[in-house]
C-alpha cells in the first residue's frame, strides 16, 4: 500500500491539473495553436478569395500568435460560434470581436481587452433623423445571431426598438439598404468596416454608448496561456503595432484614433 501511495498522490495531482484546466492544455505547452477569427466582418475578420484572413482581428491574433513562439492555423467563426469552438476544444484562441462580459466569463476565460471601443449605430445616408440611441424607439434594428447588441439597446438602455433578427452582417447590411430595417447598432470598428465595404455613403452618427471591452476568448483555467497572451498584448501597445493595424485598418472610417494606449485588463483568475 505504501508503495502505491506516491503513484496514487501523482495520479491525483494530474487529475486535478486536468480539472483545473477543464481538460484542456493550456496554449503555453502547445506548439502550434488554432485561433478562431470571423469570415464576415470586412476590416475585421474577412476570409479572402484565395481562401485566407485578413482584418484587424486577424493582424492581431497573427501578432499574438508570434509572439509567444507558435505555429499557427486560422479556422472560421460567426458570432454564434464562438464560444462553442472554445468550449468543444476546436480553438485554442478566439479573435472575433468577442466582447468581455460576466455572462460569456463564465463559461470562457479572456485575455484582454485588446481593443476598447463604444457600441454606435450606422444608418442610411438618407436618413437624418437617428442621432443617438434614444431615436431607435419604434425602429427596426438588426439582431444577429450570437451578438448582443440589439438587446443592450433594449434592455440596458430601455429604448423600446422592434428587433429584426438575421444570421449574418452581411445579411444585416442588405435589410438597412433594402429599408426592411432602419439602422444596425454594434461596435463602431464593425460598422465602421461595413461602412468602407460597401463604400454606398452609410452614415456612423458617433452615437458613441456602451463601452466594448473585446478579448480574446481563451479556454477556461488557461491562467498560465491568459497571462502569456496579455504580456503579448502588452508588447503590440508599447511597441507601436496596435496604432499602425488601427489606422490601416479603420483609419478611413472617420473613427476617433487620437488616443490608443494598453487597455486596463481584465485579469486572468
Not at 509567444?68 to 492555423?73: N, S
Not at 508599447?238 to 472617420?254: C, E, I
Request: glycine share 10%; net charge positive.
Amino acid at each position: 500500500m505504501k508503495r502505491l501511495l506516491p503513484a496514487v498522490l501523482a495520479l491525483t495531482a494530474l487529475l486535478a491539473g486536468g480539472c483545473g484546466m477543464g481538460g484542456s492544455e493550456s496554449i503555453e505547452s502547445k506548439d502550434k495553436i488554432v485561433i478562431g477569427v470571423r469570415t464576415d466582418l470586412p476590416s475585421i475578420g474577412a476570409r479572402k478569395p484565395d481562401g485566407t484572413f485578413e482584418g484587424f482581428d486577424v493582424d492581431v491574433a497573427r501578432y499574438i500568435a508570434q509572439k509567444l513562439g507558435k505555429d499557427f492555423e486560422f479556422i472560421p467563426v460567426l458570432a454564434a460560434d464562438r464560444e462553442k469552438v472554445l468550449v468543444d476544444g476546436k480553438a485554442d484562441l478566439v479573435l472575433a470581436t468577442y466582447t468581455i462580459s460576466q455572462d460569456r466569463k463564465s463559461k470562457v476565460l479572456f485575455a484582454g481587452p485588446y481593443h476598447i471601443s463604444y457600441q454606435d449605430i450606422l444608418v442610411r445616408p438618407d436618413e437624418p433623423s437617428i442621432g443617438n440611441v434614444r431615436d431607435l424607439k419604434g425602429r427596426k434594428i438588426c439582431q444577429v445571431e450570437g451578438s448582443n447588441a440589439a438587446q443592450r439597446v433594449v434592455e440596458e438602455r430601455k429604448v423600446a426598438a422592434q428587433v429584426v433578427p438575421v444570421r449574418d452582417y452581411a445579411a444585416c447590411l442588405a435589410a438597412l439598404k433594402d429599408r426592411r430595417v432602419d439602422a444596425i447598432t454594434t461596435n463602431d470598428v464593425i460598422l465602421a468596416g461595413l461602412a468602407i465595404k460597401d463604400g454606398s455613403g452609410l452614415r456612423l452618427v458617433n452615437a458613441q454608448f456602451n463601452e466594448q471591452r473585446t478579448g480574446v476568448g481563451m479556454h477556461k483555467g488557461d491562467v498560465a496561456g491568459c497571462e502569456a497572451v496579455n504580456r503579448a498584448i502588452t508588447t503590440m501597445y508599447q511597441d507601436g503595432t496596435a496604432s499602425k493595424l488601427l489606422h490601416k485598418w479603420f483609419g478611413k472610417a472617420g473613427l476617433n484614433l487620437s488616443t490608443i494606449a494598453v487597455p486596463q485588463f481584465e485579469g486572468c483568475s
